[in-house]
C-alpha cells in the first residue's frame, strides 16, 4: 500500500577520498568531533594504518581499535559488530581502500589456486564478501565515515607568472565499482584539502566547495539527519535465509548434500568454537543456488564458498556455543556432526523391491497321470530356448 512519504531519522553515511597529504584522516575526526559534541555520543575509529589516527589523539577524544595483522572484509565486519555492541554513536573507518586490497589479493589466491587461473570464475567467492560489507554499512545503527583512497596522477598545470608546474590530483577511489552509490554523501578532498561534495543527498551542500571542513559542518550534518521523524524498527535489506514457510523442502538427495557439508565443515566449527545449525546450513545452501542442490559431488564446492568465508561464513550456518559432540555414528550420509534434529526434512524414500516370483515346481503327478501332455510341453519348452 501507498502512503504519504515522510522525512524520518536517519544515519551517516559519509565517504570521503582523495590523495595521499589531503587530510582525508584529520578532516573526519574534525567531522566526527562536531557530531559528538552536539551529541554526546562517543567515537570509535577501525585504524588500518594501525598508528595513523593516533596521531591526532592529543586533539581529538575517539577509541580507537588498530590491534590486527590485516584489515580484511572478514575483520572489519567483526569490528564493525563490536563497535555497535559497545554503545558507539560514531562509527570512523580509516580506509576502506585496505579492505579492498585484501579482498583483491584472496581473489588472485583463488583464481591461481581452484580456478586454475580464471580470476573470472573467482569472483564468485569474492562477490558475497563484498556484498556483505555493503550491508553491514547499510544497515549500521551507527553513523559511519569511511575514508576511501584515490589513485593518483600528476598533471602540468600553468602557474603564476605563466610557469608550468607539476601537480598531484585524485581520481577515481579505491574500492569496489559502484560503492559511491551506497552513500548518502561523497566527498573529494583535493591536495589544499579543499571538500568537494559531489554527492548530497541533504540536498544542502551538494557541489558545494568547502575550505577544510570540520566541526560546524559535522553539527550541520548532525542537525540534518535528526530532523524528522523516528523511524520505524528497521527491517534487513534481506536475510540470510528466507522464512520457513517459503522454503521449499529439500528432497531425499538435498538432505544428504546438507548432510555431507556439515561433516566436512565439522573440524573447522570445533576450532572456532562453533555448532552447526542444520537450518541454517539448508538456508544458506538455498539461498546461495536457488534451488535445489541433488548432486552430493556440489558438496564440496558449497565447503569451499562457506571456509572462504572464515568466521564470517561459518556464523552463518552455526551457532555460537558449541556443545558436547555426539558419539560420532561412522560419518554415513545421515551424520549431521554436532547439529540439531532435522524432523523438517523427509526421510529419503525407497522403491520398494519387487517380491521374487514363487518358483514353479514341476506338477510331477499331473506327469505321472498324462505323459504325452507332459511330454508335448516339454518339446515347447526347449523350442523356446
Known sequence: MFKKAQKLKSKLRLAISGASGSGK????????????????MKIAAIDSEKISLEKYADRFEFDIANDFERLD?????????????????????????HAWKALLDEVDRIASGKCRGNSFAAWRFGTPKQNLLIEKILSSPCHIIATMRSKME????QGDGGKSKPVRVGLAPEQGKGIEYEFDMLIDLSTDHIANVLKDRTGKFQDAIIEKPGEEFGRDLLAWLNDGAEPKQRQPHHSDSPPKSSMPKPSAKAVAVIAKVAKLLRSECDELGYEIDIDKLSACIYGAHDCHIEDIN????????????????????CNPVAQEPETDNGGDATDYGDSQPVDDFEEPQHDPEPEPEPETKPNTKAAAENPRQAADESDIADDLI
Open 298 to 317: 556440489k558438496a564440496q564446492q558449497i565447503c569451499v564458498y562457506i571456509r572462504d568465508e572464515k568466521r564470517v561464513g561459518l556464523a552463518r550456518v
Open 25 to 40: 584522516s584529520f578532516t573526519t575526526l574534525r567531522i566526527a568531533s562536531g557530531m559528538a559534541a552536539a551529541s554526546g
Open 154 to 157: 600528476w598533471l602540468v598545470e
Open 73 to 97: 572484509i572478514d575483520t572489519l565486519l567483526i569490528l564493525m559488530s563490536n563497535a555497535e555492541k559497545a554503545g558507539y554513536g560514531i562509527l570512523i573507518i580509516d580506509s576502506l581502500t
